[in-house]
């Protein structure tokens, strides 16, 4: 059974950084891809980046370009979301999420971590 585990959210100020981790499990995704999606309050759910778990071809929102890097640590089968110079646009709950490379949908997600960003 394919499980999602994020961590590492909390309350940051402007400008700081956090960075969120995804341990994933319950099977092999090295022909998988691993997303992260945030959604804001009263906003729908939004991508944010991506990479294949097997490196690179990773993918980024315009939004958190330069700011945000996705990475993954193969020994670890954790995913990780390092976010700097943070903003309280980006105020949402973070969700983790993997989807085969040959499939359209992103199937497996975990249960999201919420960020808070004051100003």
């Known amino acids: 059974q394919v499980q999602l585990v994020e961590s590492g959210g909390g309350l940051v100020q402007a400008g700081g950084s956090l960075r969120l981790s995804c341990a994933a499990s319950g099977r092999t995704f090295s022909n998988y891809r691993m997303g992260w999606f945030r959604q804001a309050p009263g906003k729908e759910r939004e991508f944010v980046a991506s990479?294949?778990?097997?490196?690179?071809?990773?993918l980024y929102a315009d939004s958190v370009k330069g700011r945000f890097t996705i990475s993954r640590d193969n020994a670890e089968n954790t995913v990780y979301l390092q976010m700097n110079s943070l903003t309280p646009e980006d105020t949402a709950v973070y969700y983790c999420a993997a989807r085969a490379i040959l499939s359209g949908r992103y199937n497996y997600w975990g249960q999201g971590t919420q960020v808070t960003v004051s100003s």
């Open positions: 990479m294949k778990w097997s490196g690179g071809d990773t």
